[in-house]
């Protein structure tokens, strides 16, 4: 049998992908690290059974937005796929058992380029509008839109979407779809193409979910109710999910002591492992990983040069943000991708911190004194690592200067490439070919970084045609050996996020659109 995403009633040898996740706020190192709370509440999880009905309510850091729901965005990672479903869920990383939804089965072409999928029958929309295979067209259409805020249209552009029935689709592509399809289905919910203008503004938001949006108030909360027509009987557990915005790390542990809330995402890593010491009441959730990164400028200033971007390689203390930002959860060996067959390990930690050689290397660039703005996102996490990133580049003879801005003026400079040297953070999303498609520092449509060459074009091509392990380890090597020596991009950590819940909150799953909230449930 071939490799990659097979039916799920048939699966042997599954696409390894690991999930896209959302940003986690960290500051510094608690009393005990996050690390050793984390192992040993990993054995401690409650086998108590769930409850039918109650409530959940879950602290975010950051607003919903429901125009961005075809994104995988930390503003909508604790409600969305609770109102919007994908066609299958991978969850928490275990890509051995993808889980269908409004598909029920799919397989593979022997060539690797074609895909025919069974769509669920007998689901309704929250208006009651029958869910057809019309839905899933619209859908990919509207990720694939330039004005979509979907990080996969590279992929889907090069694709046939085609309804070869009421309730069967079939995907036609012109590069592999193994290392992709089951990301990009996860990635992507089906939206109602009746009210799909409506999500900008918030007025409907109608999916399929297990529960209904039963009241939105921009910039404040979002509540959903059951859905007592879901397609799945039985599930959710729950009969009302009110997902509040608590900004501030210190309210949102307040909010959890108090009883007011029972799941926070956007506590500091000191706040999280603080709260979870005391009384056996509260528990780490490690997530899914996130690469952070420091891009620098070559379209202006000083990192035109590529010496004076290699400097940065070897200015910045990686472990120092790993223990102070993170609390101690990580790896810091430099790489984009994530562990697994076409990883090339030997090239991790091509660059250790070496203040001398750094400085060094800034003077042979002309470099010393110039400034070097760098843009953030306005958040204590982010600028928590700045400051670490600002005094290694002073050492090192440069001048940072902050540029903090709200996410989503951060978000548009990216988008429209004026960002200058920025600091980012991704979702490390699967394979290397998906990777090179979707992340927007390495992909070659859409990227927010200014660097482009032909070698760096032909040389992402390659990864993307060789598809899957072992073809695609050497072609990976190739770019990565390539990235490294260019220094464009210096991935400081690889970090899971986490999130805190109280121990009364059970069946927290996390696919890369955020929680599934129809398997949560609160103890009996």
């Known amino acids: 049998m071939r490799r990659g995403l097979q039916n799920p009633r048939n699966s042997r040898s599954p696409l390894r992908i690991a999930l896209a996740l959302t940003l986690s706020s960290a500051l510094a190192t608690a009393c005990q690290s996050a690390v050793k709370l984390e192992q040993q509440q990993a054995a401690g999880v409650s086998a108590a059974s769930c409850r039918q009905g109650g409530a959940l309510v879950v602290a975010s850091a950051q607003p919903p937005l429901p125009g961005r729901v075809l994104a995988q965005s930390a503003a909508n990672m604790l409600w969305a796929r609770g109102v919007f479903e994908p066609l299958i869920s991978v969850k928490g990383g275990d890509v051995a058992k993808p889980v269908p939804l409004l ?9 690797d380029r074609s895909a ?5 029958q007998g689901v309704t929309f929250h208006s009651g509008r029958p869910f057809t295979s019309a839905d899933v067209l619209f859908s990919f259409k509207q990720a694939l839109d330039p004005a979509s805020p979907s990080n996969d249209k590279q992929i889907i552009g090069g694709w046939q979407i085609k309804a070869t029935g009421e309730h069967e689709v079939t995907i036609e592509s012109k590069t592999p779809l ?24 918030g007025s409907k938001i109608i999916g399929t979910g297990p529960f209904r949006v039963e ?7 979002i509540v959903l109710v059951r859905n007592d027509r879901y397609w799945e009987k039985g599930l959710p557990h729950l009969d009302r999910v009110e997902n509040v915005v608590i900004s501030d ?3 949102q542990l307040a909010a959890l002591r108090s009883g007011r809330t029972h799941l926070a995402s956007g506590l500091t890593t000191q706040d999280a492992a603080t709260v979870a010491q005391k009384g056996g009441q509260f528990q780490l959730s490690r997530n899914l990983p996130a690469v952070y990164s420091l ?11 590529k010496t004076a971007r290699q400097a940065i390689g070897y200015a910045i203390d990686r472990d120092r943000i790993k223990q102070q930002v993170f609390g101690g959860l990580g790896d810091t060996g430099g790489l984009v991708w994530p562990a697994g067959a076409e990883y090339p390990k030997d090239l991790a930690n091509t660059y250790r911190y070496d203040p001398a050689k750094a400085k060094q290397l800034v ?12 843009t953030i996102i306005n958040n204590p996490q982010l600028q928590a690592e700045y400051q670490i990133i600002a005094n290694n580049l002073t050492d090192a003879g440069l001048r940072p200067k902050l540029v903090a801005l709200a996410a989503p003026d951060y978000q548009a400079r990216l988008a429209a490439g004026k960002a200058g040297s920025y600091l980012s953070f991704r979702g490390q999303a699967g394979t290397p070919s998906l990777l ?17 060459s032909k070698e760096y074009t032909t040389l992402v091509g390659a990864v993307i045609k060789a598809g899957s392990a072992p073809a695609a380890a050497g072609a990976v090597r190739e770019l990565t050996t390539y990235m490294l020596d260019q220094a464009v991009q210096h991935v400081l950590v690889t970090t899971p996020s986490i999130m805190v819940k109280s121990t009364a909150v059970q069946g927290v799953a996390m696919t890369s659109g955020g929680l599934l909230s129809r398997e949560t449930c609160l103890v009996r």
Do not use: C, M
């Open 178 to 201: 193994t290392p992709v399809l089951a990301s990009v289905l996860d990635d992507t919910p089906i939206v109602d193409s009746q009210t799909y203008r409506d999500l900008t503004d």
């Open 116 to 120: 025919v999928l069974t769509l669920r």
């Open 363 to 374: 003077k042979e660039a002309g470099a010393t004194g110039v400034e070097v703005p760098i």
């Open 215 to 221: 009241r939105y108030q921009p910039g404040a909360q």
């Open 436 to 452: 090179a498609q979707t992340n927007p520092d390495v992909r070659l449509q859409g990227a927010h970084r200014q660097f482009t």
């Open 295 to 305: 891009v620098l400028d070559t379209a202006n200033g000083v990192f035109a040069d």
């Open 249 to 251: 790390s210190t309210a």
């Open 103 to 111: 598909a029920t089965a799919w397989k593979i072409g022997a060539d």
